[in-house]
């Protein structure tokens, strides 16, 4: 049986990143499609910023927080 390291810190935030937006977006009925056409990137690029949030943009930042209510991003 292989070996499973711990996430490391990074890990674990853009895995909470990853629930938190997902939970946001079912709350507001929007899907990925809808929030990558707001966001102004394609549903691929969407998915990319998904799983690396380092990736996001201030102006995307500023988009999810007024788009998704309850998404605080610090």
């Known amino acids: 049986m292989p070996r499973i390291?711990?996430?490391t810190e990074n890990e674990?935030?853009?895995r909470a990143?990853?629930?938190h937006l997902h939970g946001a977006m079912k709350a507001a009925r929007i899907t990925?499609?809808?929030l990558a056409q707001i966001l102004g990137i394609s549903?691929?690029?969407l998915y990319r910023k998904r799983d690396n949030p380092e990736t996001l943009?201030?102006?995307e930042v500023r988009i999810l927080?007024?788009?998704l209510p309850g998404i605080v991003i610090e």
């Open 5 to 7: 390291r711990p996430l």
């Open 12 to 14: 674990r935030k853009d």
């Open 17 to 19: 990143f990853q629930e």
């Open 32 to 34: 990925y499609g809808q």
């Open 43 to 45: 549903v691929n690029t």
């Open 57 to 59: 943009t201030l102006r």
């Open 65 to 67: 927080e007024d788009t």
